[in-house]
């Protein structure tokens, strides 16, 4: 896979936006001086890239995003109908992450760009674009593991958590072994591991929001009040009225 690497710890300043423009099927030694670029492709054909950074060859598709540093040298040979949306982007220097030069297994991306690009408002776009850029450094990133998986589908069903054998058929291990994976990550058991991240949550709204303790309860899954407030209880020592007022 061909990769940059991209500061994206700052907001990009978009210089320049294309909304679904029409591009010639061939068009060859183009380069952008000082910007990045992002495409967003309605058609097929292939884009040929070079740059100090690496050089290759990449299969668009539609709804395919590329992702092209300044200065890189490009030729397009292009099917059908060419068309796409385009953000020329002013990116500030800083920490850098990885990035690949094209994303097309992530429509997300596509109607970030789609939107930033017929956005209008130099800051709406500049925050999609920006969205649209973390977006790509996650498809650069290396495939999370079983327990960040497995946390993850927690976060998502926390007032009704699946099951361990849900869990572990959705990561793809067994129950026994993302126990004893959870354990070593984590400390804790699985099932142990999502009581506490469900009181940590019922805590923290408890001290920051005005919500009714019946409403929290609900929220974490939990029906009857008086259960809650016992579980709360035993987790913290206090039960969540002295909770609520407390530090």
């Not at 990769?3 to 099927?25: D, G, H, L, M, N």
């Not at 019922?202 to 929290?216: D, E, F, G, M, Y």
Request: net charge positive; proline share 8%.
């Amino acid at each position: 896979m061909l990769k940059w690497s991209i500061p994206v710890t700052e907001p990009p300043v978009v210089v320049q936006t294309w909304c679904r423009v029409s591009w010639p099927a061939a068009v060859a030694n183009f380069h952008l001086r000082g910007l990045w670029q992002l495409h967003v492709y309605h058609h097929g054909g292939r884009l040929e890239v070079e740059h100090a950074g690496g050089v290759g060859v990449l299969e668009l598709a539609p709804g395919a995003v590329s992702v092209l540093p300044p200065g890189a040298s490009t030729s397009y040979r292009l099917v059908g109908r060419p068309r796409f949306s385009c953000l020329h982007l002013n990116l500030s220097s800083g920490a850098v992450m990885p990035v690949p030069a094209l994303v097309a297994d992530d429509a997300i991306v596509g109607s970030l760009v789609e939107e930033a690009a017929g956005a209008g408002d130099p800051v709406h776009a500049a925050a999609l674009a920006w969205a649209a850029l973390w977006r790509c450094t996650m498809a650069a990133a290396p495939r999370s593991g079983p327990v960040a998986r497995a946390r993850a589908l927690v976060e998502k069903r926390l007032d009704d958590p699946p099951s361990v054998a849900e869990l572990a058929a959705a990561v793809g291990c067994s129950g026994a072994h993302l126990r004893r994976l959870f354990r070593a990550e984590t400390g804790l058991g699985v099932k142990p591991w999502i009581q506490a991240r469900r009181l940590e949550r019922a805590r923290h709204l408890l001290r920051n929001t005005s919500l009714p303790v019946r409403v929290i309860a609900a929220q974490l899954g939990v029906a009857d009040v008086q259960r809650f407030n016992k579980l709360v209880r035993q987790a913290c020592g206090v039960g969540p009225r002295a909770l609520r007022g407390g530090p």
